[in-house]
């Protein structure tokens, strides 16, 4: 499996930007794709935008055209940049990656880091 970390979470004003960085440790080699979910206070858990090893994204419709999903391999590191954001935007942010080891699938998460958009 792998470790997870993320950072770059804060405040910021509704219209500004913030970016988020999750950077992945030990089993890199294993991972299939990374993803990025979220989840605002009293409600599940969401999927926000993901991105595979060949470098495929997609995003849910909420935040298409606002928000980009970037990976680093050399880094290890994946980003989610965040443009114009809103209110509703405001959650815990989660990294999430999904691989194989020894024909056993894992889905492994980081801490999360907290973005709060005031209006």
């Known amino acids: 499996q792998v470790q997870l970390v993320e950072s770059g979470g804060g405040l910021v004003q509704a219209g500004g930007s913030l970016s988020l960085s999750c950077a992945a440790s030990?089993?890199?080699?294993?991972?299939?794709?990374m993803r990025w979910y979220r989840q605002a206070p009293g409600k599940q858990r969401e999927f926000v935008a993901g991105?595979?090893?060949?470098?495929?994204?997609t995003y849910a419709d909420s935040v298409k055209g606002r928000f980009t999903i970037s990976r680093d391999n050399a880094k290890n590191t994946m980003y989610l940049q965040m443009n114009s954001l809103k209110p509703e935007d405001t959650a815990v942010y989660y990294c999430?990656?999904?691989?194989?080891?020894?024909?056993?699938?894992?889905?492994?998460w980081g801490q999360g880091t907290q973005v709060t958009v005031s209006s």
């Open positions: 999430n990656a999904v691989g194989t080891i020894m024909k056993s699938l894992y889905n492994d």
């Open positions: 030990g089993s890199i080699f294993s991972i299939n794709a």
């Open positions: 991105i595979t090893n060949g470098g495929t994204t």
